[in-house]
C-alpha cells in the first residue's frame, strides 16, 4: 500500500495567511493527489484533484503543486470558512489511501 | 443537483452485523463507481472499497476481505455496504462517495452525509 504522509499535522494561522501543507507519497504517484476539506460534523469535500487542478466551485485562493511523491496545497489568503482540517489522497493505486491529515486553526 | 442520501445511524454489539444504505440522485447511478470510506472518531479517513453499480462488480480493501460485502440495486438507485463480526474498532462515521475519472485522474467528488455506527456491548 501507499503510505500518504502529511506535514505539518496542525497548524495554526490568521485570516488573510498564506499557508502550505505538504504531502509526501511512499513511492511515485505521479500526479494523481486529490485534496480535501472537511469541517466537524460533515463529509469531505473535494478541492483540488490530479495534484493541480481546481475542482469546480472551489475558490481560487486554493492551490495545489507537485508530482511524484512531494505535493502542496497552499491557500492564498486563509478566509475564515478556511480553518479546517485538509487530507491528501492518493489514486494511483488501490487500495486508495489518506494522508492523516492536517488541522488549519485560529491562531 | 447530485445527492447521497445515506441511511440513519445505527447502534449494534460486537460480533453482530451492519447494513448501511446510499441512495442516489440527480445523476446516472450505473455511470459512477461508489465507494465507502470511513472515518472513526477523531481519525482519518479510511478507505474500504468499491462498487461498480452498472456490473456490481466490487474491490475490498484487504483489511476488510470476509467481512465486507458491497452490493446495489439499480432500480432504486441504491447502494449498500454491510459489515459483519462487529468489533468496538469499526464505531466509525460511514461514507459513501461517488468516484469520478477526469483525464485519467480519479478523485472522490461527492459524498454522502455520513452514518454513525456505534459498536458497544
Known amino acids: 500500500d501507499i503510505q500518504m504522509t502529511q506535514s505539518p499535522s496542525s497548524l495554526s494561522a490568521s485570516v488573510g495567511d498564506r499557508v502550505t501543507i505538504t504531502c509526501r507519497a511512499s513511492?511515485?504517484?505521479?500526479?494523481?493527489l486529490n485534496w480535501y476539506q472537511q469541517k466537524p460534523g460533515t463529509a469531505p469535500k473535494l478541492l483540488i484533484y490530479?495534484?493541480?487542478s481546481l475542482q469546480s466551485g472551489v475558490p481560487s485562493r486554493f492551490s495545489g503543486s507537485g508530482s511524484g511523491t512531494d505535493f502542496t496545497l497552499t491557500i492564498s489568503g486563509l478566509q475564515p470558512e478556511d480553518f479546517a482540517t485538509y487530507y491528501c489522497?492518493?489514486?494511483?493505486?488501490?487500495?486508495?489511501?489518506f494522508g492523516q491529515g492536517t488541522n488549519v486553526e485560529v491562531k | 443537483q447530485v445527492q447521497l442520501v445515506q441511511s440513519g445511524a445505527e447502534v449494534k454489539k460486537p460480533g453482530a452485523s451492519m447494513k448501511v444504505s446510499c441512495k442516489a440522485s440527480g445523476y446516472s447511478f450505473t455511470g459512477y463507481y461508489l465507494h465507502w470510506v470511513r472515518q472513526a472518531p477523531g481519525q482519518g479517513l479510511e478507505w474500504m472499497g468499491w462498487i461498480n453499480p452498472n456490473s456490481g462488480a466490487t474491490n475490498y480493501a484487504q483489511k476488510f476481505q470476509g467481512r465486507v460485502t458491497m452490493t446495489r440495486d439499480t432500480s432504486i438507485s441504491t447502494a449498500y455496504m454491510e459489515l459483519r463480526s462487529l468489533k468496538s474498532d469499526d464505531t466509525a462515521v460511514y461514507y459513501c462517495?461517488?468516484?469520478?475519472?477526469?483525464?485519467?485522474?480519479?478523485?472522490?467528488?461527492?459524498w454522502g452525509q455520513g452514518t454513525l455506527v456505534t459498536v458497544s456491548s
Open positions: 489522497q492518493q489514486s494511483f493505486s488501490i487500495p486508495r489511501t
Open positions: 490530479g495534484a493541480s
Open positions: 513511492q511515485s504517484i505521479t500526479s494523481y
Open positions: 462517495a461517488r468516484g469520478l475519472a477526469v483525464s485519467g485522474a480519479a478523485m472522490f467528488d461527492w
